[in-house]
Each structure stands twice: as C-alpha cells, then as structure tokens.
C-alpha cells in the first residue's frame, strides 16, 4: 500500500472535502529546502502561500535547525504553570523591545486562533475590573477572519467559514471596511468611517474592543486598507475608551514591509497577537502583547479574585521560543525586513505578463504579497461558488510548481520573505503559465 492510500484510509486534512482526495490526493511530500517542497517523486512546487502564511525564513534553515538542537539538548517543554525558562524569558525581552510602544507584557499561547481568544478574555475581564460589566461585545470588520476557535469565529465575518457554527457565537458588531481597490474609494472611507463612529457613539458603552487584521485582510479576500484609515479608526476607539485589537498573526514580521502592519498606521494596539511567521512556521506557537496598564488590572492579591484563568499545555513551549528567538534574530541580522519591500518592487515589475489575461483583474501589492480577482474571460464576470474555480487553479498550478490556493474568487502570493529577484520572477512566469491554463480552459469550454 502506497503513502497516499494510508494517508487517505486514517488522515482528515483541514479545509478539505475529502470525496474530492478520491480523484486528487494530498501531495505525498518527502521535504522542503528553501522555498521548495519536494514530493515523493521528485517534482517540486514553488511555496508561494507561505505554507498558510507562516514561513518567512524558507524551509530547512540550518540556523533553525541548529537552535532545535541546543534547545532539545536540555529539554523540550515543561509547564509554565510555576516554572520559566531562559528561551522565554530572552523572547519576551525581544518582543517587548521591537514590537509598538504601548506592549510591556507578553501571553504565551500555541496559536493564531488562541491569541486571540487571549486578547477577548483579557479586555473583558479588564473592563470587569474597571466596573464596567456590561463592556463585553467587540468590533470587527465585515468579512473578517481571526480564527476558528469559538470566541475567534464570534469577531470575524466570513461565512464560508463559520456560516454552520453563528449558533454557538457570541453577538458582537460589526463595521464596512473600504479596498483600496474601490473605485469610489474617498466616497466610502468616508461613509465607512461616519458608521464606526456612530457605532460607538450609540454602543461605546458594551464595547470592549475593536479587532482587526492591519493592512492586509487575509482569509477575508486578501482586502488591503489604508493606513491612514485604520488610524481614524483607532483614534476614535481611543476617544471612547475601546481597546484596540490588532490580529497580526498574518501580516507580522516583516510581510508588509514593515517589522508590523501597525507601524504604517501609527496605532499602539491595547493587544498585539502573533503567531505564524514568529517559529518561521517550525512549531506552534502564539503570543498576545498588552499593555503595563492592562497587566496591572490584574495584579492583586489572591483573594480579589483578579487571576487571569487561561492557559494551554503547550504555554512557553521551550523549543518554539528557541526557534522564535532564531528567527527574529535572523530577521534582524539578515535585514529581511528590508528585502520584503524589494520583493514588493520585483513583483510589481515582474507582472505585465499578468495584466495582459483577460482572467484576472485588482491586481494589488504589499510587501512580499500579491492578490489578484479571478473573472469569467468570457462574461467578464465573477465566478459563483459552484464552479469551484479556486480548485481547478490549485490543480493547474501544481502543474507549473506553484501553489495557487485562491480564497473564493481571490488569488494571491504570499512569498517568504527571503526571496531573491530571480526567485520572485520564476515564481510570477510560473503563475503566469497557470492563469494561461486556465483561462484557456474557460474560453474553450
């Protein structure tokens, strides 16, 4: 029995309906080198999605590999429940040196979803202590996605997700966010901005917070926003006492051109959640950074009844913070930061090819990522769900060494952050040659 037939008989893979596995198997891979994976026979696909957005560094970094090693020498985990260790104490340094001014305290958890199930439980239960009980809903952006834990399903908006799962969410608002794609843009971020007021001019006082992915909206359609409409934003949840949220678990270390997101819009975030590219992607793990005055609201004596309840097994994972401590000093090093901005312009100059397909349209840039919409060639028209045109580029595209995992109607990249030019452009040529594919496949259907 080959590997892709044991997998199928015990294995059920994320996202995936596993009826179509019949036809079109999980890739059976052997490993990963620098931004290649290799299968088991030898071909080898370009990771154009980061592999889900977390690796930053490539695969297989003997830096990386190397702090596995010293750590695993003493130990892998231990509680963090009565104990600390040097990898975490040494990160927490680190994170509380780079990340935006107002973060003094750092949160383990183990990932993305649970970050932000931190950052809900701690604003709610602060604004308990401040007596104001009744401060218990949140914010988000329509058609935003934080995770898939419940508390995260509650704060996003993207049906396709969580559709199945509003009964066991909790209320909360939400508020219209504007593309930089809308051609009426000025008209809407002003219509946009008229409604996040009057939201919280009506509701401030059962407002906790206001979460949100800075710049780049991921899983919610690759939706890039204007700094400076986020900084409205976050100005007037300062003017009404709510905390600001800010998930860059996607957009963190580096993606956008800048260490975070949040830097190009000049917010301080009450919570900052981090996970993904902080381990390059080698192993679980999350943070949520507060502030001194958040942190403080807790601290009491035992029997006030103030203690943060909330923790994970794998809290402070020794061998996560390890390889988080590498990263960032990789990044630091290496001055990846920078070359993120350079992939930014290797894109936007390796894409005429794209402009030219009559498939696409919205092509848009940040840092190392790329989005474009996908449309009918023939009626010039957006793709309904049932034609599943998001499967069909993922299948063609593994043809030509890509990764092409579009999100409904949205295609994009998503490139590690060490891509050199000559990498950036084999990349595009090859994405190219997918769209062709497939927009020859449409027109002669």
């Not at 370009?46 to 020498?73: F, M």
């Not at 976050?234 to 949040?262: M, P, Q, S, V, W």
Request: aromatic fraction near 10%; proline fraction near 3%; charge should be neutral.
């Amino acid at each position: 029995m080959n590997w892709s037939t044991r997998n199928l008989k015990v294995n059920w893979h994320p996202y995936t309906q596993m009826k179509d596995c019949e036809n079109d198997p999980p890739v059976v891979l052997e490993k990963a080198v620098g931004l290649k994976l290799i299968d088991e026979n030898q071909h080898y696909y370009y990771d154009t999605v980061s592999s889900w957005w977390c690796n930053i560094l490539g695969h297989s970094h003997p830096k990386i590999t190397e702090a596995i090693h010293r750590q695993l020498k003493d130990f892998g985990h231990v509680m963090f429940g009565g104990f600390t260790h040097k990898p975490a104490i040494t990160l927490s340094e680190k994170l509380v040196e780079i990340t935006p001014s107002n973060c003094e305290r750092i949160f383990y958890s183990d990932n993305g979803s649970t970050a932000i199930e931190v950052a809900l439980k701690m604003s709610i239960q602060y604004w308990q202590h401040k007596g104001k009980e009744n401060k218990n809903k949140f914010i988000s952006f329509d058609g935003a996605y934080h995770g898939d834990t419940i508390g995260a399903m509650s704060v996003s908006g993207t049906d396709l997700f969580h559709s199945t799962f509003h009964a066991v969410c909790f209320e909360n608002f939400k508020t219209p966010t504007v593309s930089i794609t809308d051609p009426n843009y000025d008209q809407n971020e002003a219509k946009a901005i008229a409604a996040f007021k009057t939201l919280l001019k009506t509701h401030h006082h059962e407002i906790a917070g206001f979460v949100f992915e800075p710049l780049v909206m991921g899983a919610g359609g690759m939706i890039h926003t204007k700094p400076s409409f986020l900084k409205q934003l976050a100005a007037l949840c300062k003017e009404y006492n709510i905390h600001t949220i800010a998930d860059e678990i996607a957009t963190g270390f580096g993606r956008t051109g800048t260490l975070f997101a949040c830097e190009q819009a000049s917010i301080n975030p009450d919570f900052l959640c981090l996970s993904k590219a902080l381990t390059n992607g080698t192993l679980p793990l999350a943070v949520t950074c507060t502030s001194s005055e958040i942190y403080n609201a807790f601290y009491a004596d035992y029997n006030e009844h103030k203690t943060f309840y909330h923790g994970h097994t794998f809290t402070a994972n020794a061998l996560g913070c390890a390889i988080a401590n590498e990263t960032l000093s990789i990044l630091e090093t290496e001055n990846l930061v920078q070359n993120s901005r350079h992939i930014e312009s290797y894109l936007r100059e390796s894409t005429d090819s794209l402009r030219s397909l009559s498939c696409i349209s919205n092509l848009r840039f940040k840092g190392s990522t790329l989005a474009f919409e996908l449309k009918n060639p023939v009626t010039n028209k957006a793709f309904t769900s049932e034609k599943r045109i998001g499967y069909q580029l993922f299948k063609i595209g593994k043809k030509h060494h890509v990764i092409l995992r579009p999100l409904g109607n949205t295609g994009y990249l998503y490139l590690p952050i060490v891509c050199s030019k000559e990498e950036v452009q084999q990349i595009v040529s090859h994405t190219y040659e997918s769209l062709v594919e497939l927009e020859h496949e449409l027109k002669n259907r």
